[in-house]
């Protein structure tokens, strides 16, 4: 899940728990931060959990149409929620969000679980309740994306994002064995109940975390009164205004629209071409998997890499031939090792362009601009599978993997272009002190 920001300043509000992050403890070793990160893991666990939760009991209530409906049902009300969510995030405090939003999928799992072990499963009730749970999860994203700012320094986010990306790693590799486990044993009354003990888990954990309030330029450290649409739009506008926010995030839509559908569709479909079998699929995803861990590991022990906007763009193009070129192997070991060099790089080039756009995000927008950054994460990006499951299917893998690698590298071209981007560094201790004393030219232009 996947995959950072902060608001409104709410001292008063948050003032019971708030404090400074230390000093100079790293964030991989600040007790803060990581009570953050237990909870999310425990959170991301749950998610994964839930969703073999959810696929199961469709699949034992209705046949493989059913099963597709129900697992997509969830994805409308979060994509359409998404930006709203957003605006939610900068008009309150973020950690009470997702404080909300992770008790209200708490008590509705374990509602879920309780009623289907007195009852068989209906479709409709799986449905309804994969659309309350994207609802919820429209505004758990965002307020996600805008709380590490408060809990640690900006020399810090690109190690806290390296550090959320092996949480990630770890839902998607824990998560799955222990729902089929508890699916097995209790049946989908036990993994749904599995699910929703770890989303309450986490909320003790998140009881703890310490929050600061942060300086707030565009809004003079007091939120500003208007409407939700007036704030969603002053948000785009800002989106849109700012020198290197702007051009990262359009990085960012163009690299998912090229490698999202050619990774999770393509690479099915170019195994079945080249009949490496079941067992030749798992060892690309798991080397993709493994490069993407050493990637996320890298930010987390490092914490900042010098020349961060060129590094960015470099393992974006690293990733996207990579990409296009396991088409072209007829060797499984060779595209293995490919996958491998792949998810190395496009972890990197992630975890850069996310910790580049918390840094530079002004903290009175802070929701917003996560909310669009997933947006294009989880809406469009998965409007590229059906195309290039049906171009695969017409022309065959090569062509459609080369064209959607050429499509990822216009992403690296847009940031080469952008003289903001190639320029663009994360920020070390000194330049935290003199960002806390003034705004960014960017900020002071783009916060009309």
Do not use: K
């Not at 409104?8 to 964030?27: G, I």
Request: hydrophobic share 50%; net charge positive; proline share 7%.
């Amino acid at each position: 899940m996947a995959v950072a920001e902060a608001t409104p300043a709410v001292q008063a509000a948050a003032a019971p728990a708030t404090a400074t992050p230390a000093a100079a403890t790293p964030a991989h070793r600040d007790g803060n931060v990581l009570r953050w990160l237990a909870a999310y893991t425990a959170s991301l666990i749950g998610d994964s959990v839930y969703f073999v939760a959810l696929g199961w009991s469709a699949q034992r209530a209705a046949g493989p149409t059913e099963v597709g409906l129900v697992m997509a049902a969830g994805a409308l009300p979060r994509a359409v929620l998404m930006l709203g969510g957003g605006v939610l995030a900068d008009r309150l405090d973020p950690r009470r969000v997702i404080l909300g939003s992770d008790a209200l999928r708490c008590l509705l799992i374990l509602s879920v679980a309780a009623g289907i072990a007195l009852s068989t499963p209906a479709l409709w009730l799986l449905v309804a309740v994969a659309l309350v749970f994207g609802a919820v999860d429209a505004l758990f994203v965002p307020a996600v994306g805008a709380l590490p700012p408060r809990i640690t320094r900006p020399d810090q986010l690109a190690r806290v994002t390296g550090m959320r990306s092996l949480s990630m790693r770890v839902g998607q590799i824990a998560g799955p064995p222990l729902g089929g486990l508890a699916m097995g044993l209790g049946g989908p009354a036990a993994a749904f109940g599995v699910a929703g003990l770890l989303f309450a888990l986490s909320l003790p954990l998140l009881l703890t975390v310490r929050v600061r309030p942060l300086d707030t330029p565009a809004t003079g450290g007091t939120p500003r009164p208007g409407t939700v649409r007036a704030d969603l739009l002053d948000g785009l506008r800002y989106l849109r205004r700012h020198r290197l926010i702007g051009p990262l995030v359009a990085v960012g839509a163009v690299c998912e629209l090229g490698l999202t559908g050619t990774l999770n569709v393509g690479m099915v479909l170019l195994n079945a071409e080249r009949g490496w079998g079941p067992s030749g699929y798992g060892w690309i995803v798991a080397c993709f998997g493994a490069g993407a861990t050493v990637g996320a590991a890298l930010l987390t022990v490092v914490g900042r890499l010098p020349r961060a906007g060129l590094t960015m763009a470099g393992t974006l193009f690293g990733a996207s031939t990579g990409a296009a070129a396991m088409a072209l192997v007829p060797s499984l070991w060779t595209a293995a090792v490919l996958a491998a060099a792949v998810g190395l790089c496009a972890g990197v080039s992630g975890g850069l362009d996310s910790a580049l756009i918390q840094t530079a995000t002004d903290p009175a927008y802070l929701g917003r601009v996560t909310s669009v950054v997933m947006l294009t994460m989880l809406g469009l990006a998965p409007l590229s599978y059906p195309v290039v499951g049906a171009a695969i299917g017409a022309w065959g893998a090569t062509p459609v993997f080369l064209a959607c690698g050429a499509l990822s590298c216009l992403s690296a071209v847009v940031a080469l272009t952008s003289d903001a981007v190639r320029r663009a560094e994360l920020p070390g201790r000194r330049a935290e002190t003199a960002r806390s004393d003034a705004p960014s030219p960017e900020s002071s232009e783009s916060a009309e």
